[in-house]
Antibody, heavy 118, light 108 residues
Framework: QVQLQESGPGLVKPSETLSLTCTVS?????????WGWIRQPPGKGLEWIGS???????YYNPSLKSRVTISVDTSKNQFSLKLSSVTAADTAVYYC???????????WGQGTLVTVSS | DIQMTQSPSSLSASVGDRVTITCRAS??????LNWYQQKPGKAPKLLIY???SLQSGVPSRFSGSGSGTDFTLTISSLQPEDFATYYC??????????FGQGTRLEIK
């Protein structure tokens, strides 16, 4: 059974960098698939942030591209998100998920709320 | 970006009803369309992929149809556990994935 778990600070100050890690169990990232980050501001809809392959190939949302970095650590079976220069608009529940092919997200973490506030 | 527009934004229905939710793309996306169900405080759950393929473990009362720009999600007979928010997602533009704004399905 594939499981994903997000971890990282729940509170980030404005202008700083948000950093989250997704730990995958039940499946080796090195075996394939893309792995993605999606966020959801409180009470709002879903926004795709970007995705990464085990080789390190990435795709980013054009609206966030200048601030986003997604990386992978196959030795730890983890992938990570960094979002720089955050503002209150970046407050959201951040989900990590597996792209099970054709960009369909078939396994999700439970999500972690990140609040941007001083 | 490909814009995805769902209708209605909210819907009230009763247990046993047949319900249809529509998703329209701003340009043709062939059959690259997925549907998710999200309950409060939970992660989205994949229901339908490639417009009409049922994800493993999803009840057969859920079905999807459409191609090009117009798509529908149908629940043939609503069950109490189906009251949730539903999102469509296009996977045609792999460098810029977008979701619809969501349809909230409430109990009448």
């Amino acid at each position: 059974q594939v499981q994903l778990q997000e971890s990282g600070p729940g509170l980030v100050k404005p202008s700083e960098t948000l950093s989250l890690t997704c730990t995958v169990s039940g499946y080796s990232i090195s075996s394939g698939y893309y792995w993605g980050w999606i966020r959801q501001p409180p009470g709002k809809g879903l926004e795709w942030i970007g995705s990464i392959y085990h080789s390190g190939s990435t795709y980013y949302n054009p609206s966030l591209k200048s601030r986003v970095t997604i990386s992978v650590d196959t030795s730890k079976n983890q992938f990570s998100l960094k979002l720089s220069s955050v503002t209150a608009a970046d407050t959201a529940v951040y989900y990590c998920a597996r792209d099970g092919g054709l960009v369909k997200y078939d396994y999700w973490g439970q999500g972690t709320l990140v609040t941007v506030s001083s | 970006d490909i814009q995805m527009t769902q209708s209605p934004s909210s819907l009230s229905a009763s247990v046993g009803d047949r319900v249809t939710i529509t998703c329209r793309a701003s340009q043709s996306i062939s059959s690259y369309l997925n549907w998710y169900q999200q309950k409060p405080g939970k992660a989205p759950k994949l229901l339908i992929y490639a417009a009409s393929s049922l994800q493993s473990g999803v009840p057969s009362r859920f079905s999807g149809s459409g191609s090009g720009t117009d798509f529908t999600l149908t629940i043939s007979s609503l069950q109490p556990e189906d009251f949730a928010t539903y999102y469509c997602q296009q996977s045609y533009s792999t460098r810029s994935i977008t979701f619809g704004q969501g349809t909230r399905l409430e109990i009448k």
